[in-house]
């Protein structure tokens, strides 16, 4: 089952050490619903928005000790309620995940300040937690690191389905890898756990909205089980190129450090 949280539960904030060692399916968004600041902590009511949070992977025994937390024992006067909605992890509306458990707020709402943005974490401040699925050269922890990605707090290995891995964007090694639609491909990689301010880093060195756009994709991990994620593709119609020895000898370590050769991408 799955817990959608918006404000305490959330990365960063007193009440996270509940769902810090849980799988982190994607940060996401719902529709219908306003975010309220309640004070020391927001709400969220039925209204003409988005609220955005983070996705977990639980399991019955946690849901119940977040009732408790949220004051939720199936009564009219609780201060939260527990109900079902659907989270979207794209703008584009393509991946989403039905019947996710989240916490309506159910008291007398007026005179609360509305938080329009509907995200609590960059309205505060606070960092944003994300998933990256990586796939080139920045599975390589050199490459991140010259690049000046300083803290990745999880990583895994994952594959991407209906996809493989071509050669066809100009760049400092000659050609680098792209993704390419393609029936019955894979492509592996890392799902990398990281602070939103890591891909803005990245967005430097992938020349994000000159070459490449950040995009969000599906994938899986050994289980099959699924995440959302962010990514780097350069949307050219190109042919495939040669790419240099450097370059795949760069990807090839990467992926090798955790996949070894259970894995390895076509084209590698």
């Known amino acids: 089952m799955y817990i959608f949280v918006y404000g305490s539960l959330r990365y960063g904030y007193e009440l996270h050490h509940l769902l810090k060692d849980k799988r982190l399916v994607g940060l996401g968004f719902i529709e219908g619903y306003k975010m309220l600041d309640l004070g020391n902590y927001p709400g969220i009511i039925r209204g003409d928005g988005i609220v955005w949070g983070e996705v977990y992977d639980i399991d019955e025994q946690l849901l119940m000790l977040l009732d408790e937390v949220e004051d939720y024992r199936g009564k009219p006067d609780d201060l939260y309620v527990r109900e079902k909605t659907t989270v979207f992890f794209d703008q584009k509306r393509r991946f989403y995940l ?9 008291q007398y709402n007026a005179g609360f300040k509305e938080i329009e943005s509907g995200d609590y974490s960059r309205w505060s401040g606070m960092p944003v937690l994300t998933n990256y699925f990586a796939y080139a050269e920045n599975t390589n922890l050199e490459i991140l690191k010259e690049r000046g990605v300083k803290n990745i707090l999880a ?3 994952g594959y991407l389905d209906g996809y493989r891995l071509i050669f066809n964007v100009k760049c400092k090694y000659g050609y680098c890898a792209n993704l390419k639609e393609e ?12 602070l ?11 020349e994000h909205l000159v070459k490449y756009i950040r ?3 599906k994938v899986k991990d050994e289980e099959g089980k699924v995440y959302f994620a962010s990514t780097y593709v350069y949307d050219i119609k190109d042919k495939n190129m040669k790419p240099s020895e450097e370059y795949l000898k760069i990807i090839r370590e990467g992926l090798g450090r955790l996949w070894g050769r259970d ?3 076509t084209g590698l």
């Open 98 to 106: 039905d019947n996710v458990y989240m916490y309506k707020y159910n």
């Open 155 to 157: 990583q895994l290995k």
């Open 183 to 194: 029936h019955e491909a894979k492509v592996c990689g890392y799902i990398y756990v990281v």
């Open 196 to 206: 939103e301010d890591e891909l803005s880093v990245l967005d430097k060195a992938e």
């Open 215 to 217: 995009d969000i994709v």
């Open 263 to 265: 894995c390895i991408s």
